[in-house]
């Protein structure tokens, strides 16, 4: 079964700063996908950015860019010049495109510090 | 464009009785997802719905179910309700053309149960 792993249950960042967000994952598919979602306190889950494994280039979405390592089985999330508006929960998501829906890490909690 | 609804916003119960939530995709969305979120359990994929049928369901019993109309809208269906069933449940749509789990999935902002 695939797993994936967010080792930081929380991070703090001050405001304007940029912040690494971590995420391993562990699977035997070749061809899969992985994705950010964020989780404010409106619980609403938002997709940040997503990422094809067969890409070898990072995607990127403004302030928001991933560093995809296939080999090593990580997917880390940077923020650049954060804002208070980006507190929130993330989440790391995979997806081999089959019928099993997301598989997602437990969450980082991102604080913003003005 | 209007996203993924969810009703109710919050449902209370007690141990024993039934709850039926309602999730309406995106327009154009054919596939609906359901997932928990359980305080401390992360989480956890429910069932997955596309054209009308089941096509799959995670790790939790019978007594969740649900099913999907053919206005794509779905109901999930929880019986003999218990106290570790408290938990956010979200709905999520994304239009999968066959394979499913490829697209982006859009979520609702939930309903939380809870058990007394």
């Known amino acids: 079964a695939q797993t994936v792993t967010q080792s930081q249950p929380e991070m703090s960042v001050q405001e304007a700063e940029t912040v690494t967000l971590s995420c391993t994952y562990d699977?035997?598919?070749?061809?899969?996908?992985l994705f950010w979602y964020k989780q404010p306190p409106s619980r609403q889950m938002i997709l940040v950015i997503r990422?094809?494994?067969?890409?070898?280039q990072n995607a990127t979405e403004n302030r928001f860019s991933v560093n995809f390592q296939k080999a090593a089985k990580s997917f880390s999330l940077k923020i650049s010049d954060s804002q208070l508006g980006d507190a929130a929960m993330y989440f790391c998501?995979?997806?081999?495109?089959?019928?099993?829906?997301?598989?997602f890490g437990k969450g980082t909690h991102l604080i913003i510090q003005p | 464009e209007a996203g993924v609804t969810q009703s109710p916003t919050h449902l209370i119960k007690t141990r024993g009785q039934q709850a039926t939530l309602r999730c309406s995709p995106i327009?154009?969305?054919?596939?609906v997802y359901w997932y928990q979120q359980a305080l401390g359990l992360g989480l956890q994929f429910l069932l997955w719905?596309?054209?009308?049928?089941?096509?799959n369901r995670g790790n939790f019993p019978p007594r969740f179910s649900g099913r999907q109309f053919p206005n794509y809208s779905s109901e999930l269906n929880v019986n003999a309700l218990e106290l570790e069933d408290s938990a956010l449940y979200l709905c999520?749509?994304?239009?999968?053309?066959?394979?499913?789990?490829?697209?982006?999935?859009?979520f609702g902002d939930g309903t939380r149960l809870s058990i007394l």
């Open positions: 999520a749509s994304s239009f999968e053309p066959g394979t499913g789990g490829n697209q982006p999935q859009h």
């Open positions: 699977t035997s598919e070749s061809d899969y996908y």
């Open positions: 990422q094809e494994a067969y890409k070898q």
């Open positions: 998501a995979y997806s081999a495109g089959g019928a099993d829906g997301l598989t």
């Open positions: 327009s154009g969305h054919t596939s």
């Open positions: 719905y596309d054209e009308g049928e089941e096509r």
